[in-house]
T-cell receptor, first 115, second 111 residues
Framework: DSGVTQTPKHLITATGQRVTLRCSPR?????VYWYQQSLDQGLQFLIQ???????AKGNILERFSAQQFPDLHSELNLSSLELGDSALYFC??????????????FGPGTRLLVL | GQQVMQIPQYQHVQEGEDFTTYCNSS?????IQWYKQRPGGHPVFLIQ?????EVKKQKRLTFQFGEAKKNSSLHITATQTTDVGTYFC???????????FGSGTKLNVKP
């Protein structure tokens, strides 16, 4: 158990809908990263937040947005969903400085299926 | 485009055989990390290499960082069925604003 929690575990929805994925980092970690992993694919970095502020942006679509709240939990919002958005979404957190050299601890992921 | 390339994509070995996966970057990396993802699981951090030419060992696993800090390898000696999973390398350039995961090498070990 990495100490990072993600909810829900599974999500089934229809095209055009909007969903929110939630992540709670490990105690003491200020940084949260979001990744997308399509079937049998690598990890695509989406976005990083550090202590409530956006720190780095990867290949995140305009239909997707994220935020980190004062209690450090983060939410990833996916809207106007398409079939191709079906994937495993991971959240990771890292030790306080939020730098890339740090170990990232991954949550169990949310499996999203868009029908 | 993809900054960190990883080969091979798949590797099937007989239990007891060795396994190696390679990671290559077009740019100099500040560090390289290796993660393992078991089937149905999430990536788990294995190790980080920072220095040029660095070699680290964890039991049957040997990790190397190239002299130019543009490539890395993970070698597993005498594979076991518990080694099954996908191994990812990850690294970023010195400006710290980008971090890339390799596409992963999926290892299957036949008993």
């Amino acid at each position: 158990d990495s100490g990072v929690t993600q909810t829900p575990k599974h999500l089934i929805t229809a095209t055009g809908q909007r969903v929110t994925l939630r992540c709670s980092p490990r105690s003491g970690d200020l940084s949260v990263y979001w990744y997308q992993q399509s079937l049998d694919q690598g990890l695509q970095f989406l976005i990083q937040y550090y202590n409530g502020e956006e720190r780095a942006k990867g290949n995140i679509l305009e239909r997707f947005s994220a935020q980190q709240f004062p209690d450090l939990h983060s939410e990833l919002n996916l809207s106007s969903l398409e079939l191709g958005d079906s994937a495993l979404y991971f959240c990771a957190s890292s030790t306080p400085e939020g730098r890339w050299q740090e170990t990232q601890y991954f949550g169990p992921g949310t499996r999203l299926l868009v029908l | 485009g993809q900054q960190v390339m990883q080969i091979p994509q798949y590797q099937h070995v007989q239990e007891g055989e060795d396994f190696t996966t390679y990671c290559n970057s077009s740019t100099t990396l500040s560090n390289i990390q290796w993660y393992k993802q078991r089937p149905g699981g999430h990536p788990v951090f294995l190790i980080q290499l920072v220095k040029s030419g660095e070699v680290k060992k964890q039991k049957r696993l040997t990790f190397q960082f190239g002299e130019a800090k543009k490539n890395s390898s993970l070698h597993i000696t005498a594979t076991q069925t518990t080694d099954v999973g996908t191994y990812f390398c990850a690294g970023g350039p010195y400006n710290f604003n980008k971090f890339y995961f390799g596409s992963g090498t999926k290892l299957n070990v036949k008993p």
